[in-house]
């Protein structure tokens, strides 16, 4: 089942040649989602083949870089006759802001279009086998974060036993017990789902935090997550800066990390600072972190496996 993550924007604030403002896409077995949605995040669709088909946008906060690609993704999807409904997420408070944005220029979008403001806890998004929540992060606004997390996965079945050891034939019977109900024998027997499964397989976690200072919710929600988008604007040169601004360091994100005990780190919104050479976001982030750490960049795709293949 596939989970693939796209950059399609990385840069800070300001954007440069080789980096657009802040937006991810997700494309969950199919299912399409956008985490924010800064300038030129059309083109950047376009770009790196992502597609346009996405049904759930989620908003981390409203400052400019976040958002100001929304009207003109909404404008093409009306030009191009969509109708399929697209459903906003955004913090709680600032829905009417986003009513505005969508409107601008005496616009009225073709389609219909959900906005839904979302609280730190809160279940932003619930469907077939995973769920999207929101969680607290610290930033100079409302700003919340997001987290994808799957559900568990039944237990591997034990076919040798179950067909050896228990006399089951293969067929639907197999089906039944690994879906969890018990199956009666024609000799009159009953096998109990726990006799041939294992325990539940964990399903797969990505986080995006956007824009924040370490918190503790982030390690929180982010326990073992496959995947951690954090905050990296800043290397060790800058804290002070981070500080005043309410972003984060390599370095700080690497302890968040650390922390959560993630599998990978990803660092965004990259500061222009660093527009020649990153790479002291990503040092400043190995001092802290022993797992696998990159700074991201446009463009970049992740294929997430499940963590026990």
Not at 120 to 125: K, R, T, Y
Not at 127 to 141: G, K
Not at 229 to 238: L, M, P, Q, V
């Amino acid at each position: 089942m596939s989970l693939r993550v796209t950059f399609l924007g990385t840069s800070g604030a300001v954007p440069t040649t080789d980096r657009a403002p802040s937006a991810i896409f997700i494309n969950r077995e199919g299912d399409g989602l956008l985490f924010d949605c800064g300038e030129g995040t059309q083109r950047q669709m376009m770009r790196f083949g992502t597609g346009f088909d996405v049904s759930h946008l989620f908003v981390t906060h409203l400052h400019g870089d976040h958002i100001l690609g929304i009207p003109g993704l909404v404008q093409s999807w009306s030009f191009n006759g969509r109708d399929e409904p697209l459903t906003i997420y955004t913090p709680q408070g600032s829905g009417h802001d986003i009513e505005t944005l969508l409107t601008v220029g005496d616009y009225t979008p073709a389609f219909p279009v959900e906005i839904v403001e979302v609280s730190a806890g809160d279940l932003a998004h619930e469907a077939d086998e995973y769920e999207v929540r929101a969680f607290q992060t610290h930033h100079q606004t409302n700003a919340v974060g997001y987290a994808l997390i799957e559900d568990d996965r039944p237990g591997r079945f034990d076919r040798q036993k179950a067909e050896e050891e228990l006399g089951i034939p293969p067929g639907p019977a197999y089906g039944r017990l690994h879906a969890g109900e018990s199956v009666e024998l024609d000799d009159g027997r009953v096998v109990d789902p726990a006799e041939v499964v294992g325990e539940p397989r964990p399903g797969r976690k990505v986080v995006y935090t956007g824009d924040t200072r370490p918190v503790d919710a982030t390690v929180e929600i982010a326990e073992d997550a496959d995947l951690l988008i954090h905050d990296g604007t800043f290397a060790a040169d800058n804290t002070d800066r981070a500080r005043k601004t309410a972003h984060s360091t390599g370095g700080e994100a690497g302890e968040i990390a650390a922390r959560a005990g993630v599998q990978r780190l990803a660092l965004t919104h990259i500061s222009s600072r660093y527009g020649a050479d990153s790479s002291p976001i990503k040092q400043d982030a190995e001092s802290t972190f022993d797992g696998e750490v990159f700074v991201a960049r446009d463009g970049q795709t992740l294929d997430l496996p499940f963590p026990d293949e």
